[in-house]
């Protein structure tokens, strides 16, 4: 079961015990690092386009989720893992559809957590998380980059779910210290803005496919998750009060119980 993350977070952002729950279940769990993020390649030569003219497509981003989902499918060949079960959050998502179309003998099954199509229709963030956004500057030094993930996850979190700031910071730190790079995250950032609108391509994915979202998300909105579930055929489409977008650890079982049981819908027999 291959883990693919979102803008501007390591691996570190699936949590240990997901991770470990989710192999509890008889799963092999990889989680890996995106390009330009954590221990991956950084492009440090490619400077950060400007986002405003991304959006208005008179910049090209250094690369794009294509690219992306090549790196992750790349890692399914060279790991000899064969068909895999993807599992994508936010960007991930995007990374993990883009999977599915490219090569959908490399996909058993397909999970698909806060994210959307791709089109500018659907799944929006609020007006509030857009200006934040682009008025955010690179944090300098490791305590305003935790206070910097803090405040944003505050805006973007699960109102319904207290979130535990201490794991948080902790989470934060140790992100920081093993590799820290804001314009690694701006160039995913372009790379999101300027992603395809797949909502077409996605009629043609015939693994099962499971599309869990927060009815409360600020940075994604359902709409993107209710879109992908009404195109993908035999999707099955799960939206949970009160989750914004993150993880909330009192979810985590449902989760797991959700994922795996898409997983079996490809692979009837327990994983061993």
């Known amino acids: 079961m291959l883990l693919v993350m979102g803008l501007g977070t390591q691996m570190l952002g699936w949590p240990d015990e997901l991770c470990e729950r989710l192999a509890g279940n008889g799963f092999h769990v990889i989680r890996f690092d995106n390009r330009d993020i954590g221990l991956s390649r950084h492009l440090d030569g490619e400077a950060v386009p400007d986002i405003v003219r991304v959006a208005l497509r008179r910049q090209k981003p250094p690369y794009g989720i294509e690219d992306m989902a090549s790196d992750a499918i790349a890692l399914i060949e060279v790991l000899g893992l064969g068909p895999a079960h993807v599992v994508g959050a936010s960007m991930g998502g995007f990374i993990a559809q883009t999977m599915a179309l490219k090569r959908p003998d490399l996909l058993r099954s397909l999970t698909l957590i806060m994210t959307s199509t791709g089109s500018r229709r659907v799944g929006h963030p609020s007006p509030r998380v857009i200006a934040t956004v682009l008025r955010r500057k690179p944090a300098v030094g490791r305590s305003a980059a935790i206070a910097a993930s803090l405040a944003m996850f505050r805006l973007i979190g699960s109102p319904a779910y207290p979130m535990d ?106 994983p061993s």
């Open 165 to 270: 700031e201490e794991s948080h910071n902790e989470l934060a730190g140790r992100s920081y210290d093993r590799a820290y790079d804001p314009a690694g995250s701006g160039r995913q950032l372009a790379a999101t803005v300027a992603q395809a609108d797949r909502t077409r391509a996605l009629s043609t994915i015939a693994v099962p496919t499971l599309v869990m979202h927060g009815l409360s998300d600020r940075l994604v909105n359902a709409s993107g998750g209710l879109a992908l579930a009404r195109i993908i055929p035999g999707a099955t489409f799960i939206g949970f009060h009160g989750m914004g977008h993150d993880f909330p650890r009192a979810l985590w079982p449902d989760f797991v119980r959700e994922i795996t049981a898409n997983a079996l819908r490809a692979d009837p027999s327990p």
